[in-house]
């Protein structure tokens, strides 16, 4: 019914106000003017890890800015367009303000669970790897399934998705991959994946009826972006030179000290 339709578009109003609030939209927007006029600094680009944090922070900022604020103009549209539907033929106008209802709906679970990702990393790109387990064929045949079903989702999800390794196997499917998955939130959506998946079924690869068990280990590892510094003190250094037993220059060798 329109009243029903309604009343859940209030309660849905009400749901996406209390998820700006939570975000901090006013703060967001505030900080999304301070990163823009840091993004026009002549030097930017002087520091291209810096840069591109930069840049990469300035997106998700902006995307929850336009996120919130589209929801909610959207469910405003909603409300007032059931609110004009009033002595219409309705059983005609329910169905499409229903889907148009059910589709905002979707939108705003995405936004809230952003918002309950919010553990250091969840923000950041994630550097998925695949690995086959114990059951030879069938393992790697399972390594490409899985393989194949987070690209695309990503695919799906509009996310940038690059193999930057993979290796064959001798039959088929893979021994190994690893995927760089570039979007805001995306180690937070997938650090859940990581583990042991297991798959049981009729094997493909043989003729002998029986049910087969294949594995597949999966890690999720943050991208942070962030640049490592090893320190090595000399003191930790071993220095020694031989000289060759025929022709030709002294050599110097150096190794890690035991």
């Known amino acids: 019914m329109i009243s029903d339709l309604k009343k859940e578009t209030a309660e849905l109003r009400e749901k996406v ?34 840069a591109q944090k930069l840049m990469q922070e300035l997106k998700l900022t902006s995307g929850l800015i336009t996120s919130v604020e589209s929801l909610s103009g959207q469910t405003d549209d909603l409300a007032g367009l059931i ?9 005609t106008v329910e169905d499409q303000l229903r889907k148009e209802l059910e589709t905002l709906k979707v939108l705003a679970q995405e936004l809230e669970l952003s918002t309950l990702l919010s553990a250091e990393h969840d923000k950041d790109n994630a550097i998925l ?8 064929t069938d393992a790697q045949d399972w390594a490409q399934i899985l393989l194949r079903m987070y690209s695309r989702w990503a ?41 042991v998946h297991r798959l049981v079924r009729m094997s493909p690869f043989n003729s002998d009826g029986k049910r087969h068990t294949s594995f597949a280990a999966v890690e999720v590892i943050p991208e942070t972006g962030e640049e ?8 930790d250094l071993r220095v020694d030179t031989f000289r060759s037993s ?13």
């Open 155 to 195: 695919e799906e999800k509009g996310y940038e998705a690059e193999i930057a390794d993979m290796s064959y196997g001798e039959q088929a499917g893979i021994k190994n991959a690893v995927v760089f998955i570039r979007a805001p939130y995306a180690y937070g959506y997938l650090k859940s994946e990581s583990g």
């Open 228 to 235: 490592l510094t090893v320190d090595i003190r000399s003191e």
């Open 129 to 136: 790897s695949i690995n086959a387990g114990a059951g030879g």
């Open 17 to 50: 106000e209390q998820l700006g609030k939570h975000l901090g939209i006013e703060e967001l927007k505030k900080k999304k003017i301070e990163l823009e006029a840091k993004t026009s600094s002549s030097g930017l680009w002087d520091d291209p890890s810096a």
């Open 246 to 258: 025929g022709p030709g220059a002294p050599c110097g060798r150096g190794s890690w000290a035991q």
């Open 83 to 91: 609110d004009l539907s009033a002595g219409e033929d309705e059983k």
